[in-house]
């Protein structure tokens, strides 16, 4: 079975700071896809930013990054030049590539704050 | 905004009630899933519909059941209802299997199901 391992219940991060936000996962699978979804006080889910496991180039969005490490089964988001916008629930998920299932396995979440 | 619909927005309700949650799809998305948030258990998968037929399950209780129709919309029901039940449902809608692969998801606004 897969898990998701978020360590960090809440962070918080000054205004134009950078942050990281800390991801481990478990799995046997060799091919999945990793993600990181944002629910801000609307708790609308908004995907930030997807990383494919085959991929050894780590995804980037803006100002939002990944540090991927399959070996240590890692994937921390680092969010630069933070906004206040960017205070939110933040989701590390995984998902089987390929699997008989396309659902999501989600973290318990990290609550972030963004201060002026 | 998703493209995923989500009906109603929210919902007072007694224990031991019958309610209906319905979700739109995403046009052109085969794949329907629904999740649960609550704040004991996190964000968990409840089941996903493909192209009109149950796809995997996951921990959706026996007093629990979906369907998806043949025009893609989705419905959960939920019946004998329990404060515990009281959470944020949300459907999220992918356009399914493509490559070898399940596509990503989007989620819709969720219903807030409040069991008094």
């Known amino acids: 079975a897969q898990t998701v391992t978020q360590s960090q219940p809440e962070m918080s991060v000054q205004e134009a700071e950078t942050v990281t936000l800390s991801c481990t996962y478990d799995?046997?699978?060799?091919?999945?896809?990793l993600f990181w979804y944002k629910q801000p006080p609307s708790r609308q889910m908004i995907l930030v930013i997807r990383?494919?496991?085959?991929?050894?180039q780590n995804a980037t969005e803006n100002r939002f990054s990944v540090n991927f490490q399959k070996a240590a089964k890692s994937f921390s988001l680092k969010i630069s030049d933070s906004q206040l916008g960017d205070t939110a629930m933040y989701f590390c998920?995984?998902?089987?590539?390929?699997?008989?299932?396309?659902?999501?396995?989600f973290g318990k979440g990290t609550k972030l704050s963004v201060k002026p | 905004d998703s493209g995923v619909t989500q009906t109603p927005k929210h919902l007072i309700t007694a224990t031991g009630q019958r309610v209906t949650l319905r979700c739109s799809p995403r046009?052109?998305?085969?794949?329907v899933y629904w999740y649960q948030q609550s704040l004991d258990q996190g964000l968990q998968f409840l089941i996903q519909?493909?192209?009109?037929?149950?796809?995997a399950k996951g921990n959706i209780l026996e007093r629990f059941s979906a369907q998806q129709f043949p025009d893609l919309h989705s419905e959960l029901n939920l019946s004998s209802l329990e404060l515990g039940d009281s959470a944020l449902y949300f459907c999220?809608?992918?356009?399914?299997?493509?490559?070898?692969?399940?596509?990503?998801?989007?989620f819709g606004p969720g219903t807030r199901l409040t069991v008094l």
């Open positions: 999220a809608s992918s356009v399914g299997w493509i490559q070898g692969a399940w596509n990503e998801q989007f």
């Open positions: 799995t046997s699978e060799s091919n999945y896809y």
């Open positions: 990383q494919e496991a085959y991929k050894q």
């Open positions: 998920a995984f998902m089987i590539y390929g699997g008989s299932q396309g659902n999501l396995i």
């Open positions: 046009s052109g998305d085969l794949s």
């Open positions: 519909y493909y192209n009109g037929e149950e796809r």
